[in-house]
């Protein structure tokens, strides 16, 4: 089992920006690919960000590429995302997921392991 924990969420301006932070705990090896989701209210969990196991391989939305960085540390089991440019549309319930692969992957329905969520809110 792997244990998930975002943090850094929060209110901010649009055009600010925010740095989310996800640990891993428990059963944890380097040998998972890891992903970032967004939820907003009334519309379906979209992978954002997403990266493998190698972290060769990186994965952006079209709406966020360019604004939004993911970085994924082995050593310490830990995945980050540094937005930048925030608008209101990324308002959302921000998740963390690994997947029990080396490859990278984008479904929801790949993912095995999921934290609680942390809330980004962008005013404008």
Not at 32 to 59: D, H, L, T
């Amino acid at each position: 089992q792997v244990q998930l924990r975002e943090s850094g969420g929060g209110l901010v301006q649009a055009g600010g920006s925010l740095r989310l932070s996800c640990a891993a705990s428990g059963s944890t090896s380097v040998h998972y690919s890891m992903g970032w989701f967004r939820q907003a209210p009334g519309r379906e969990r979209e992978c954002v960000a997403a990266v493998s196991e190698n972290r060769i391989w990186r994965y952006y939305a079209d709406s966020v590429k360019a604004r939004f960085t993911l970085y994924k540390d082995n050593t310490r089991n830990t995945v980050s995302l540094q937005m930048t440019s925030l608008t209101p549309e990324d308002t959302a319930v921000y998740y963390c997921a690994a997947a029990a692969r080396s490859s990278l992957t984008t479904s929801i329905h790949d993912y095995d392991w999921w934290g609680q969520g942390t809330q980004v809110t962008v005013s404008s």
